[in-house]
């Protein structure tokens, strides 16, 4: 059984994912703990974990606001490794609108607002992780991604033709007001342990449901 939740108690509590086995319980990774690249993990949410035990999640790293914000994959030996930070570029052009600063209508206030705890990552039993995320300085707005061993590729993006039948093009990422970029309202997605990734978009015809080759 993997869970989510504060270990330990006070100033030393600390949010971690971790797991119960032989009548004790054990952390698998944790704020404070070591990030690939620099830094110790913040905060650690969005987390998806497969039968293995591998744990694919978000988290935010180092010192606020120079800090960065990732996706990373721990990997049931123990090992972390990074699947994509801010800036970081997309195999569909520009880059992942991981964070970015939004001014408010309202006394013109601004707040960070973290895209990356709404991607919503899946896990197969191999360790691919299918994620969402919008993208900026790009003709598109946001995609549907896949990681694996070998990198970071596209699924489908936003704007993609649908099957020839719809008569119509994928529209699973809307802007909400003009300071944000496009967020994944209309998607939903899920992947098999044969890996075979299985999505919802919403299309001019309507909501359907598609498992891409």
Known sequence: MTFVAYGGVGLTARLGVFHYSNGIFIT???????????????????????????????????L???????????????????????????????????RYFEITFFGGLGNFVYALRGCRPKIDKSGNVPF???IKDSPVSGALFLYTPDGIKTVVANGDPAPLETNAN??????LNATQPPVARFLRYTISDAGTIAFTSQLSTGPLVFAPD
Do not use: H, M
């Open 28 to 62: 698998d990774v944790a704020t404070g703990d070591p990030a690939p690249g620099g830094g110790t993990f913040r905060s650690i949410y969005s987390v998806a974990v497969n039968e293995e035990s591998d744990i694919a999640f978000g988290a935010s790293f180092g």
């Open 64 to 98: 606020f606001p120079s800090g960065g914000e990732g996706l990373f994959l721990r990997r049931k030996d123990g090992t972390v490794v990074r699947i994509l930070t801010v800036e970081d570029p997309t195999p569909a052009g520009g880059t992942f609108n991981v």
């Open 132 to 134: 969402a995320l919008p």
């Open 170 to 175: 994928l529209a699973f990422f809307q802007s």
